[in-house]
C-alpha cells in the first residue's frame, strides 16, 4: 500500500518558519517528481513546489519564491518542505504529492498519489 505522510505543520506566528516532511512508503519512488500543494479554506487547492527524482530541477509558485524550499531524500523516501519568512496568507492544509511529472500547471486531482495533509496556521 502506497502511503504519503506529512507532518511538521502547526502554528506560528508571522516571519517564522517551519519545516515539512513527507515519507514516502508502500513504493519506490524512482523517476517520480514529488511536491507540495496547499489548500486555504474556501479555496481550491494550488499547487506550491516541487522537485524531480534527481533533486536537480525544483519549481515554485511565484507566491512562494524567496521564501520557501523544497528537498529530497531518497534514501529516506522522504521530501522536506522548508519555509521561512511565513505569511499570514501561507495559512493552509498542505499536502504532498507524487507523479511521474509535477509543475506549475499540473492539475491536482490527476496526480498520482496524495498524503493527507497537514495543516499551517500563521497568526498576524
Known amino acids: 500500500q502506497v502511503r504519503l505522510v506529512e507532518s511538521g505543520g502547526g502554528l506560528v506566528q508571522a516571519g517564522g518558519s517551519l519545516r515539512l516532511s513527507c515519507a514516502a512508503s508502500g513504493r519506490t519512488f524512482s523517476g517520480y517528481d514529488m511536491g507540495w500543494f496547499r489548500q486555504a479554506p474556501g479555496k481550491e487547492r494550488e499547487f506550491v513546489t516541487a522537485i524531480t527524482w534527481s533533486g536537480g530541477i525544483t519549481r515554485y509558485a511565484d507566491s512562494v519564491k524567496g521564501r520557501f524550499t523544497i528537498s529530497r531524500d531518497n534514501a529516506k523516501n522522504t521530501v522536506y518542505l522548508q519555509m521561512n519568512s511565513l505569511k499570514p496568507e501561507d495559512t493552509a492544509v498542505y499536502y504532498c504529492?507524487?507523479?511521474?511529472?509535477?509543475?506549475?500547471?499540473?492539475?491536482?486531482?490527476?496526480?498520482?498519489?496524495w498524503g493527507k495533509g497537514t495543516l499551517v496556521t500563521v497568526s498576524s
Open positions: 504529492a507524487a507523479d511521474r511529472i509535477i509543475t506549475s500547471a499540473s492539475i491536482p486531482r490527476n496526480m498520482d498519489y
